[in-house]
């Protein structure tokens, strides 16, 4: 609660808690008795105002389950220690409206199932025991009764059900908002460095291209060159990849990828990466895994993963990358046995400049998050502190399952 809502909250509650102590005091047939029925509404008012007064410090789930039980209590306690006020029962009726107030799902669920035993157990109380002498107005017409009783409880349902379901509306829009600043951000950022960073690339990529055709290099300083004028190239997507981000292209162009062979490739040249961090990468890769995707993207995808795992991983932990068909999916795992992330950590994953590296932009997984949804595919993760990560990308397959079908 900010304070604007706790000064409000705090008013409201004083409120209810005069209201509760006017109750005691004001026209009571039991004051000055101070009998129990006095005494135990005396507690009840105490203990509601109490839990009432500590829930903005304290707003635990255990806390509002308490002062649903203790209002329910409270309520009932009315109906039965004041039997000639009819209003009581009234009150019964709205208990669930109380965990409304807490947009808490179970909560409420709760509240209902437990209002509906415990006025089960007051008609039946009232029908076979009382029959009438303390609740009159009950027992002419305790079907009727009944009844509005239910109507009230499906009209708060009602209530519940509306409010629910424009909260959860407003949350998902509150989370594309979040996601549209940072794509917004990234590709200010993207578009302003990009320039800048493809004009040193192309001079050095074309003084390279001018050495690869001099007669004066050997052959192996010709491959030498070759090599790095392919590393340059892939530099040169990687830069396309962020202005997508700015700018995402209007024609996906895309192609049937045999993902082993991908992986295999990935693995290979990560390989000498992993020795560094003396881990190993163990690749398995089982049946028929085609998706429709673009080859150089889908490369970088695997590429700031599974980098990413062994950067995550202790020295001479395994990291495990699978893949296999799960109906018309290709599902690929990529686990490491590393420090792990806590679900906060996780939800901030793909935010422009969030990142667990100490030299990290997040910028990276950002571009994952573009890939995957390019391509109409999701990314899961599973994690825990000390205990790794396991990352599930699926994309669906290209190929239907049990392989190509032809056409009779």
């Not at 808490?104 to 209002?115: A, G, H, R």
């Not at 109507?151 to 908002?177: D, P, V, W």
């Not at 799960?326 to 992330?341: A, L, P, Q, S």
Request: hydrophobic share 45%.
């Amino acid at each position: 609660m900010n304070n604007l809502n706790k000064k409000i909250y705090y008013i409201i509650v004083w409120i209810v808690i005069a209201i509760m102590i006017s109750g005691l005091l004001i026209d009571n047939p039991r004051f000055g008795e101070f009998g129990v029925v006095y005494l135990s509404h005396s507690i009840l008012v105490f203990i509601l105002s109490v839990c009432l007064l500590l829930y903005p410090k304290n707003g635990t789930d255990i806390l509002r389950l308490t002062i649903i039980i203790v209002a329910s209590v409270y309520f009932y306690a009315l109906f039965l220690f004041y039997p000639e006020t009819w209003s009581t029962f009234i009150f019964l009726c709205f208990i669930p409206a109380l965990s409304i107030l807490y947009f808490d799902s179970k909560l409420f669920y709760f509240s209902l199932l437990l209002n509906g035993i415990l006025i089960m157990i007051i008609f039946g109380y009232i029908i076979l025991i009382d029959r009438g002498v303390q609740y009159p107005y009950i027992d002419e017409d305790p079907i009727g009764n009944f009844i509005n009783f239910i109507a009230s409880q499906i009209i708060i349902y009602f209530i519940f059900y509306l409010t629910n379901g424009r909260i959860k509306k407003q949350q998902i829009y509150y989370e594309q908002i979040q996601n549209s600043e940072r794509l917004k951000s990234s590709g200010q950022l993207a578009a302003a460095v990009a320039h800048e960073i493809r004009n040193p690339l192309t001079v050095v990529n074309g003084f390279l291209q001018l050495f690869e055709q001099d007669s004066s290099f050997s052959d192996d300083r010709k491959r030498h060159f070759t090599l790095m004028i392919d590393e340059l190239n892939t530099a040169e997507q990687v830069i396309s990849q962020f202005l997508s981000i700015a700018k995402p292209d209007k024609e996906n162009v895309t192609e049937n990828v045999d993902v082993k062979v991908v992986l295999q490739s990935v693995t290979d040249l990560l390989y000498s990466y992993g020795l560094l961090h003396d881990n190993r990468i163990e690749l398995n890769v089982t049946g028929d895994c085609t998706i429709s995707a673009n080859n150089i993207e889908f490369k970088q995808l695997l590429i700031n993963i599974i980098k990413n795992a062994i950067e995550a991983s202790n020295m001479g932990d395994l990291v495990l990358v699978t893949a296999g068909r799960e109906k018309d999916f290709v599902v690929i795992n990529v686990i490491d046995h590393g420090r792990g992330m806590s679900e906060a950590e996780i939800a901030s994953l793909g935010t422009p400049f969030y990142s667990l590296k100490s030299k990290g932009t997040g910028l990276g997984m950002m571009i994952c998050f573009n890939i995957v949804d390019k391509f109409k595919g999701t990314i899961d993760f599973q994690s825990s502190i000390g205990h790794g990560t396991t990352v599930t990308i699926r994309f669906p397959s290209s190929e239907p399952e049990g392989g190509p079908r032809g056409r009779f």
